[in-house]
């Protein structure tokens, strides 16, 4: 089976813009969980989503938002994006809607000048 | 915010030595998962233990679970360079609603050739 895929993997924008990455979760996989990844901050969970309703969303203002669509592909959209906001943003999936193993995908970093 | 600790932020060892990482968290969990990241790239899942297990083996790995005092410890024996990576604890808190994994600030190791 392919992996868990992210588009695309580096991406430079400018404050004010707004971005959207995209992930394939592992066929069959009907969870998707998306994290940020700073020097700073860590490792900080954005938002979960399992057959297209979100469970789960972490402590991030609402730029940050996303969706799954039937396919179970997942987008999550930033907008206004600020310098903080640079990042490698994480996307995982599982076919369960409880929590086993999660698998990662690469990332997409992004850098916000 | 993170829910685990790890200990020691960073470790040096020789190849061929055993290296050990140490994990607390603060709330009751379901589960705790180790992963493994090379040079900023996507999180490889490691071992899972459930909080009903004390310890879990896999391959070179050991990992030990103590509930009463909210902390795990990974054991990687015999470590090889290829073991050079940070390695992250994480925890699915019991009572969450969906998958979500709270990650530990990670131990950078070195293992030298």
């Known amino acids: 089976k392919a992996g868990v895929t992210q588009t695309p993997r580096y991406l430079i924008k400018t404050r004010g813009q707004q971005v959207t990455l995209s992930c394939s979760p592992i066929s069959g996989h009907r969870s998707v969980s998306w994290y940020q990844q700073t020097p700073g901050q860590g490792l900080q969970f954005l938002f979960e989503y399992f057959s297209e309703t979100q469970r789960n969303k972490g402590n991030f203002p609402g730029r940050f938002s996303g969706r799954q669509f039937s396919n179970s592909r997942s987008e999550m959209n930033v907008s206004t994006l600020e310098l903080g906001d640079s990042a490698l943003y994480l996307c995982?999936?599982?076919?369960?809607?409880?929590?086993?193993?999660?698998?990662f995908g690469p990332g997409t970093r992004l850098l916000v000048l | 915010s993170q829910q685990g600790e790890e200990d020691p932020q960073a470790l040096s060892i020789q190849e061929g030595e055993n290296a050990t990482m140490n994990c607390s968290y603060k709330t009751s969990i379901n589960n705790l998962q180790w992963y493994r990241q090379n040079s900023g790239r996507g999180l490889v899942h490691l071992i899972l233990?459930?909080?009903?297990?004390r310890e879990k083996h896999s391959g070179r790995l050991r990992v030990t679970l103590d509930t009463s005092k909210k902390s795990s410890s990974l054991l990687i024996t015999a470590s090889r360079a290829a073991d050079t990576a940070s390695y992250f604890c994480a925890t699915d808190a019991s009572g969450n609603a969906g998958n979500m994994l709270t990650f530990g600030g990670g131990t950078r190791l070195m293992v030298k050739p």
């Open positions: 995982a999936s599982q076919t369960s809607p409880v929590l086993e193993t999660q698998y």
């Open positions: 233990i459930r909080s009903n297990e």
